[in-house]
Structure formats: structure tokens, C-alpha cells
């Protein structure tokens, strides 16, 4: 059974920094493209970072010298590292795992990030 669950989330000043956790059970990283997406209030879900094996990991422009996404294999864990936090990086974060074969999608709960003074 999969299941993958966030922590992490929390009220922040702008600047200021946070890192997110996704533990992970059930799931071979070698095998899965694992995620880290967000949604804020009214809008739709959006990639923030996306890492695989071969391709490595890519960021959405808007987080791009700010956020860092990372694993420990042995932990099972994935982090998302949030530097230079800014208002618009206020949503929930959701941590994702896709299998290519078979096909499956596996998402956390989420966690709170709010950005603000």
C-alpha cells in the first residue's frame, strides 16, 4: 500500500525559510517520478519541482533559485527546501509519486504553507 505524508508546513514571514518532508512507504523512487506540487486559494494545482532517475530534477521558473528538492533514499523521505519564501508561495504543498507501469499517481494530504507578515 502506498502512502506518502507531509509535514512541515507553517506560518512564515516573507524571506524566511522552511523545509517540507514527504515520507514515503510502498514505493520504489527508482521506479516512480516523485513530485512536489502546490495550490493555492481559487487556483489550480501547479508542478512546483519533478525529479526522475534520467532526466534529473526539474523547478517551475517561479521557484527556480530558491527551492531545492532532495531525497533520502535510506530515510524513504523527500524534502522541498523553501528559501526567500514570498507571499505567492502561499498554498498546499502535495507531495507525488507516479508510477509509468503500470500507470499510477499517488498523492499526500498535503501541508499549509503560509507566506506572510
Known amino acids: 500500500q502506498v502512502q506518502l505524508v507531509e509535514s512541515g508546513g507553517a506560518l512564515v514571514q516573507p524571506g524566511g525559510s522552511l523545509r517540507l518532508s514527504c515520507i514515503a512507504s510502498?514505493?520504489?523512487?527508482?521506479?516512480?517520478?516523485l513530485g512536489w506540487y502546490r495550490q493555492a486559494p481559487g487556483k489550480e494545482r501547479e508542478l512546483v519541482a519533478s525529479?526522475?532517475?534520467?532526466?534529473?530534477?526539474i523547478y517551475a521558473d517561479s521557484v527556480k533559485g530558491r527551492f531545492t528538492f532532495s531525497r533520502d533514499t535510506a530515510r524513504n523521505t523527500l524534502y522541498l527546501q523553501m528559501n526567500s519564501l514570498k507571499p505567492d508561495d502561499t498554498a498546499v504543498y502535495y507531495c507525488?509519486?507516479?508510477?509509468?507501469?503500470?500507470?499510477?499517481?499517488?498523492w499526500g494530504q498535503g501541508t499549509q504553507v503560509t507566506v506572510s507578515t
Open positions: 507525488n509519486a507516479q508510477r509509468m507501469w503500470p500507470p499510477r499517481t499517488s
Open positions: 510502498g514505493i520504489n523512487f527508482s521506479t516512480h517520478t
Open positions: 525529479m526522475t532517475g534520467s532526466t534529473g530534477t
